[in-house]
Nanobody, 124 residues
Framework: QVQLVESGGGLVQAGGSLRLSCAAS????????MGWFRQAPGKEREFVAG????????YYVDSVKDRFAISRNNAKNTVYLQMNSLKPEDTAVYYC?????????????????WGQGTQVTVSS
């Protein structure tokens, strides 16, 4: 069955960096686009970054452009989110998810499998 397992979250000071990983199994990984989402307390889950199955195209929400970078290693069935210059407003649970499409989409309903989430806390 399809499984997505995130890792790499933690507590970091503002300005610091973290690298999230999402290990996928149970399907042809390179066939599907992947996305990273986040959900802060009391807020809706929001799209953060996405990457096409081939890795050839990426997309970011404006608030993380130039700070975050999504990448994937199809040989390892893993997608990454490198987060630099972290801000307190980046504090959230971060989820990886599999798109229903081979291309990046922004809405949560277009993703059919989700990881369990990993907490990222940025202190000021």
């Amino acid at each position: 069955q399809v499984q997505l397992v995130e890792s790499g979250g933690g507590l970091v000071q503002a300005g610091g960096s973290l690298r999230l990983s999402c290990a996928a199994s149970g399907y042809a990984f390179s066939t599907y686009a992947m996305g990273w989402f986040r959900q802060a307390p009391g807020k809706e889950r929001e799209f953060v970054a996405g990457i096409r199955g081939s890795g050839s195209n990426t997309y970011y929400v404006d608030s993380v452009k130039d700070r975050f970078a999504i990448s994937r290693n199809n040989a390892k069935n893993t997608v990454y989110l490198q987060m630099n210059s972290l801000k307190p407003e980046d504090t959230a649970v971060y989820y990886c998810a599999r798109s229903r499409r081979p291309y990046v989409v922004l809405t949560t309903t277009e993703y059919d499998y989700w990881g369990q989430g990993t907490q990222v806390t940025v202190s000021s």
